[in-house]
């Protein structure tokens, strides 16, 4: 039996005919781990020793009754549990990132899932252009004149904020739209982060296929289709998943990527394509995982397990 401790956002809260967290922990729990959740703002880093406030959980298939807490206790993340799943929600700001700190202090004596520091040093957006001739041409700046260039070279674009999430801020710009210059204005009084200005691909009608893969290997995929007229397909502003087969190109970026994956500890990641592009690595809270049981029957959770069993009884 392993002990795990789940960083996520409230488990009372989530929808578990949707969420990936709740998969991973029922998973788990089916194979007799005891359970733990936190918030990562209950964690507390004392000469070394990492601690947080935790409650243990047990878990019901069941829409309104899936939890039961148990009291709150003090968790010695380096001593008292085996396994962290960090899985709170993006987004990836300076809180993100210093739960990443915290984590590492403890990392791999407890197996933080994925590795902290790699979660830090793989920005979802940014970690895509690492792999040259995979991603539709992509530019990432603060600098509207920069930006402004891309939109008059390439027309049809997407302007997204670099650590965005689930679709938010995206927002397509036809050949000659004006309003690039007020974006960015606007993005810039809440956010000092750079932009994502990306060549749009028609091919997002059909869907963007959300890729799972563990341990670098894949493990199957969804299609995520917008609604009529949107850009964006993400399932939480209005997309709607389909099963889908992997095509040949699928298979070859997945191919490319998943040495890295594996090399990096970036246990479980889910990748988006289009067409043929790569667009995003997402290593801090992939989903789609209990869309790609519903349509297959295969559950990445129980992979995501064989694979964490391996490493603790190694």
Known sequence: MLKVAIQMDPIEAVNIDGDTTFLLAMAAQGRGHALWVYDFRTLALEDGRLFCRARPVTLRQVVGDHVTLGDEVKLDLGADVDVILMRQDPPFDMAYVTATYLLETVHPQTLVVNDPAEVRSAPEKL??????????????????????????????????????????????????????????????TGSRDPLVIQKFIPAVSAGDKRILLVDGEVVGAINRVPMKGAVRSNLRVGGVAEPVELTARDLEICAILGPELKRRGLLFVGIDVIGDYLTEINVTSPTGAVQLKAFTGVDAGERLWDVIEARRQG
Do not use: C, M, W, Y
Not at 132 to 147: C, E, Y
Not at 150 to 173: C, E, I, N, Q, T
């Open 127 to 188: 970690f895509a252009t690492h792999f040259k001739g995979l991603q539709p041409p992509t530019l990432i700046s603060s600098d509207v004149v920069a930006l402004s260039d891309f939109h008059a070279r390439h027309g049809d674009v997407v302007l997204k904020p670099l650590h965005g999430a689930a679709g938010s801020g995206v927002v397509r710009l036809k050949a000659g739209d004006p309003n690039l210059e007020a974006l960015v204005e606007i993005h810039a």
